[in-house]
């Protein structure tokens, strides 16, 4: 199991990234939009955040956050792939959604390619919900899946009168 550091990317791990998008993400579909300029401009931008998972100083992981207002969107996240399913991506995106409850965000969305069901099981697992299809959304050729989470934190105790918990408590209402 690796053990992995999170931090925010520099100028020279914009390749590292962008080679990782093509490989890992826009595989089959035509041309390179996460070129190593538009990764640069994304760890210069100042409502972007850059994370990079490192082993042993190699980029391992990154992930690509658009912070809003109220909102957050994730544009790219991947894994290398003899780090999948080690707890990388779920980590990028903890660290991530922290950051975006620090800045007073609510919400994450993204999307994703419809076809892609590994992607798909992670963010369920995540607490991540369908919200549209979006045809024709990559390059004209394949259909998006918009997935969406609210992120703020929810009080967890027992129910108060049968005492059995944890019983999520959203918005003040007591839920079995």
């Not at 620090?102 to 607490?127: C, K, P, Q, W």
Request: hydrophobic share 45%.
């Amino acid at each position: 199991m690796p053990n992995p550091t999170f931090r925010l990317a520099t100028l020279p791990d914009a390749r590292a990234i962008a080679l990782m998008s093509r490989e890992l993400i826009e595989t089959g579909l035509s041309g390179w939009i996460w070129d190593p300029q538009r990764v640069i401009r994304s760890i210069q931008a100042r409502d972007i955040v850059v994370l990079v998972a490192a082993v042993q100083n190699s980029v391992a992981g990154f992930a690509i956050m658009q912070f809003g207002d109220t909102q957050s969107h994730l544009s790219l996240l991947a894994v290398q792939s003899r780090y999948q399913r080690c707890g990388i991506g779920r980590q990028m995106m903890a660290w991530l959604e922290e950051s975006a409850l620090t800045a007073g965000i609510a919400t994450v969305s993204l999307e994703l390619r419809a076809g892609n069901h590994a992607a798909r099981d992670f963010y369920r697992v995540l607490g991540f919900r369908e919200t549209a299809y979006l045809p024709g959304y990559y390059r004209g050729k394949e259909t998006a899946l918009r997935m969406s989470r609210d992120i703020r934190r929810q009080d967890v105790r027992p129910h108060p009168l049968t005492g059995r918990g944890p019983v999520i408590r959203p918005g003040g209402l007591w839920a079995e």
